[in-house]
């Protein structure tokens, strides 16, 4: 019997990666163009729903109703989008550069929930990957200091905090997916709590927009905020079906480590600037990460088959 070429996780990561990257090289135009980041937030919540429509109409509609995949769900959800709207909060006062190295290391939480409580389990080949992938996240992460800076370590607490619910919000896919094996839910199910709990978030969205300054509702603002966060939102959906197929140590550093790689490919195009040596060593370590771990994982599949 012939094997697939591309194995489902695989699939759904690279997905992932491009749709994350490129989102992420775009994600700056509406707020340049005068729509609110906070907007961006609510408008991210709107893509969500037809996202999910699609994802509970694959799955013939079946939506995982118990008390656990509630809770799972739920909990996934908050920790995602609480996140996001605490970053939108806190770089009001404080420069991204500092900000970004710190959360993009969130995988490393995820790992250590994974081995801990859930007992994943990866080669040497794969830690070597998963080590190098945390690297090349923290070198894409890299921003040469400017000028601002800030006056209090709080922000050090904000970004650590941000860090541990995204990558806690990682874990809780999984693990609430390897549930799901017994019956209980279900990655579709996942993006529908999601987007359940990004729609409660709105009104603390609303309130931390400046209405009093204008908004640019047009064509370069509203709505190329609804395309660009469609990005997202779609590539939330793959990320769920990703770590509810592949190993979460395997996929969550894979997925953090190359979706940088398109968002740098991508600006140095648009913007035409040549990227700092060491995001480009952070690409190189990046490429190298994914080849270690998808060789581990096809390895490790290929012993199973046998």
Request: proline share 5%; glycine share 6%.
């Amino acid at each position: 019997m012939s094997k697939p070429i591309v194995k489902p996780w695989l699939f759904y990561a690279l997905s992932v990666t491009v749709l994350w990257g490129v989102w992420g090289a775009l994600i700056e135009f509406p707020e340049q163009s005068g729509f609110p980041a906070t907007l961006s937030y609510v408008v991210w919540s709107m893509t969500l729903i037809p996202v999910t429509i699609y994802a509970l109409s694959r799955n013939n509609w079946k939506l995982d109703f118990n008390k656990s995949a509630v809770f799972y769900g739920m909990t996934a959800g908050f920790l995602g989008c609480g996140g996001q709207l605490i970053l939108f909060q806190a770089l009001n006062f404080t420069p991204a550069y500092l900000f970004f190295p710190i959360i993009s290391l969130n995988p490393a939480i995820t790992i250590i929930l994974s081995v801990l409580i859930i007992k994943e389990k990866a080669s040497r080949l794969a830690w070597v990957g998963i080590f190098l992938a945390l690297c090349a996240i923290l070198m894409l992460s890299y921003q040469e200091p400017g000028n601002s800076g800030s006056e209090s370590s709080i922000w050090l607490l904000i970004a650590i905090l941000i860090s541990t619910m995204w990558g806690t919000q990682a874990f809780v896919i999984k693990h609430g997916s390897s549930v799901s094996k017994t019956g209980s839910m279900q990655a579709e199910s996942i993006v529908f709590y999601t987007m359940v709990s990004s729609v409660i978030l709105i009104p603390f969205a609303l309130m931390m927009t400046d209405f009093s300054a204008d908004i640019n509702w047009g064509l370069n603002g509203m709505y190329s905020a609804a395309a660009i966060q469609s990005l997202n939102a779609i590539g939330f959906l793959f990320f769920a079906l990703a770590i509810r197929y592949g190993k979460a140590i395997i996929v969550v550093p894979l997925m953090n480590a190359s979706a940088p790689v398109v968002t740098v490919i991508l600006s140095l195009i648009i913007y035409a600037v040549f990227p700092h040596p060491v995001i480009l060593a952070g690409m190189l370590v990046a490429f190298i990460a994914i080849y270690l771990m998808t060789r581990e994982e096809a390895a490790m599949e290929g012993t199973h088959e046998e």
